[in-house]
């Protein structure tokens, strides 16, 4: 019965049992053949934009305003180009370390109150499982402004040359490590299907329930806290808003707010195949990850979509 | 005989002393739950509910953090609901956004699920090609479709070959919100895949058993597929609204591109979404009506009233046209 609460397409990464395909043709009839080739064309209408990015990344500023996609030539010095203007690996290094953070932070956090809730008994729990499903509903504007108030008076004693917690890091860190509603609820109905008889009788065995924490419900929550961990690898890394409210000096920016940086100092008319390239470059891990480990991504969403439900 | 009686002899004498151990297990297992539980329960405190009754407070005052907040009643949201003409473009810019492009995600991302559910050649990698866009946001990919959008730009250079002359998308007031809309159908992936796992889910045999009823498939569709899935439309359209009421990022980064300044909302306000506003009170220069921390609460609070609102309309439109299963999951 516990196993069931676990989304089916989480459990251990099994393929759902396909029908077997008739071995004559891998169409059922013309009505699918003619469905295939409309998700060719959508699929195509898809990849233009990235093909495009790619090729405007490798032209010369002769052939911007011709919409050829194969550049007479490839323009590769665009990237070192682009890059010498601005303070890219300041800024990579930046974006590097609080997604490193927010990252170890939201999974280590979020595991441990969802094995709160999962797996514990405690007077309120219920109570305050409802307070989390609350906090989910609640829209993040009306959090911004206090909240930046809050890091406006917090001293920070000069770390990264200022006196408050604005214009540091740690507001875009540290809320991390306080877990995120969301992937609370998510890892919790995951944990729910680890059985029960393995933390009793790792109890018998005189195993603490840090241990059982550690050693046993985590390693077995794999998948799941690989989805947590893309999601909010990805979502750091693209984070735009905070960045924007709390860093205010050139040094301290990520990525992305350096990308707009950078298009502000080209003063109104940036040049596209610069723009591109560095655009390229910083989108580039967040596709490899997701290259990497597609799946989780992708049971990810199934599974927030049966969340809803 | 005698044997039980002293068992329970020992029994009583034992109990006081078992409780107290019972207890302590009691207390210890609280603790450890509080334990666990406590990151999200300083976060909750300290990033939640604290601001939350701050804000509301804030709002209630005047307030340019540098000074102290001062009390001025409800005068924020009377100078917001009465007297504020970019409160209003505002609020017009965002319900536009929620109107027009919540059913054509919707719809669009069906259609797609649907074209993926049919176990057709090369499944995996058409899904892996429809999420990516999903993978590829931020600032990064906000300049790419500025580029593609652009007047003599690949999109337009698209319409003229079947015969239509594009806008000036992204200059010409008229068109920046049809342009983020064009924009935001390359991002349906979450909810193609959110379907599809739903589509998955539909029993085989209610589409057996309207076969040999003679249905054909638009009937299978209208009657099977698209009650089977209203759960999770509502699910979608709930959320994408509540998402589109918070747009920032796509606009305000469009709004300040080429050297224009941000305050004004892109060409004529076309741009200035509800946060977008809200962002220039709170954080934008003084001297544009920037740094009103009072003011700006107030607006998020009003905010919060609208999207409660719409969202307990779409609760109560639910029951007319959301079907669930009467035997429950």
Redesign the interface.
């Known amino acids: 019965m516990a196993v069931s609460s676990v989304p089916p397409?989480l459990q251990a990464g099994k393929a759902?049992l396909?029908?077997p395909r008739r071995s004559f043709s891998?169409?059922?009839s013309v009505?699918?053949f003619l469905?295939?080739l409309?998700?060719v064309g959508?699929?195509v209408l898809?990849?233009?934009?990235?093909l495009?990015?790619i090729s405007?990344a490798l032209k010369d500023p002769s052939e911007l305003?011709r919409?050829n996609w194969i550049p007479q030539h490839l323009a590769w010095e665009n990237f070192s180009y682009a890059l010498s203007y601005g303070m890219w690996f300041r800024w990579t290094y930046n974006s590097i370390v609080i997604t490193l953070f927010s990252v170890v932070g939201m999974v280590l956090?979020s595991a441990?109150?969802a094995?709160?809730?999962a797996r514990?008994?405690?007077?309120g729990?219920d109570i305050?499982f409802g307070?989390?499903l609350a906090?989910m509903m609640?829209?993040?504007?009306?959090?911004?402004?206090?909240?930046?108030?809050?890091f406006?008076r917090l001293p920070a004693f000069g770390f990264q040359g200022s006196q408050t917690w604005v214009n540091t890091f740690l507001p875009l860190i540290v809320?991390a490590?306080?877990?995120s509603?969301f992937y609370?609820f998510l890892l919790r109905q995951f944990m729910r299907g680890v059985p029960m008889e393995l933390s009793e009788s790792a109890k018998i065995d005189g195993a603490s329930?840090l241990r059982i924490?550690w050693n046993i419900v985590m390693p077995l929550s794999k998948p799941a806290l690989a989805t947590i961990a893309i999601f909010s690898f990805?979502g750091a890394?693209?984070d735009?808003?905070g960045p924007l409210?709390y860093l205010q000096s050139e040094r301290l920016y990520t990525l992305?707010?350096g990308?707009?940086q950078f298009?502000?100092a080209a003063?109104?008319?940036?040049a596209?195949n610069w723009?591109?390239a560095?655009?390229?470059l910083?989108?580039l891990p967040?596709?490899v990850v997701?290259l990497a480990f597609?799946r989780y991504?992708?049971e990810g969403?199934?599974i927030?979509?049966?969340g809803?439900? | 005989m005698a044997v039980s009686t002293r068992d329970q002899a020992v029994k009583v004498a034992a109990a006081p002393e078992a409780r107290r151990r019972f207890s302590r297990r009691r207390f210890n297992q609280a603790l450890t739950g509080y334990l666990f539980a406590l990151p999200w329960l300083i976060g909750f405190l300290v990033f939640t509910l604290w601001p939350m009754v701050y804000s509301l407070y804030t709002s209630f005052t005047r307030y340019n953090i540098i000074g102290e907040p001062r009390w001025i009643g409800l005068r924020n949201y009377r100078n917001i609901i009465f007297s504020d003409p970019s409160f209003l473009k505002a609020l017009e810019n965002t319900f536009w956004m929620v109107i027009v492009k919540t059913p054509i995600v919707i719809v669009a991302a069906l259609t797609i699920a649907i074209l993926l559910s049919l176990d057709l050649p090369g499944e995996r990698g058409f899904r892996t090609i429809v999420y990516l866009p999903n993978v590829l946001s931020g600032v990064a990919a906000i300049f790419l479709w500025q580029w593609i959008l652009a007047p003599n730009g690949l999109f337009n250079a698209g319409l003229e070959l079947i015969g239509v002359r594009g806008p000036a998308w992204f200059t010409d007031p008229n068109w920046t919100k049809p342009g983020l809309v064009v924009m935001g159908t390359w991002w349906i992936g979450s909810q193609v895949l959110i379907y599809l796992a739903s589509l998955k889910g539909i029993p085989k045999s209610l589409y057996e058993a309207a076969e040999i009823d003679g249905a054909n498939g638009w009937a299978k569709t209208r009657y099977i597929t698209l009650p089977m899935l209203s759960p999770t439309t509502f699910f979608l359209v709930v959320t994408s609204i509540i998402g589109t009421f918070q747009i920032f990022e796509t606009a305000f980064i469009i709004a300040g591109a080429a050297g224009r300044d941000v305050a004004l909302g892109g060409p004529s306000q076309s741009l200035l979404f509800y946060v977008f506003y809200l962002y220039n009170r709170a954080f934008g220069k003084v001297g544009a009506g920037g740094l009103q921390m009072g003011y700006a609460s107030a607006l998020a609070w009003i905010l919060f009233v609208i999207i409660l609102i719409v969202t307990l309309i779409q609760l109560w439109l639910a029951r007319r046209w959301v079907h669930y299963e009467t035997d429950g999951r």
């Open positions: 397409t759902p396909l029908p891998p169409f059922a009505w699918h469905a295939w409309l998700l959508i699929a898809f990849l233009v934009p990235l495009w990015m405007t305003m919409n956090s441990m109150v094995y709160a809730f514990l008994k405690w007077p729990r305050l307070v989390v906090t609640m829209p993040g504007v009306v959090l911004m402004i206090p909240q930046f108030i809050i406006a809320p490590f306080t877990g509603a609370i329930e924490f990805q890394w693209q735009f808003m409210i992305q707010l990308l707009r298009e502000f003063g109104g008319a940036p596209w723009l591109m560095v655009s390229l910083v989108m967040v596709l997701f597609q991504f992708i969403i199934s927030t979509g049966m809803g439900r």
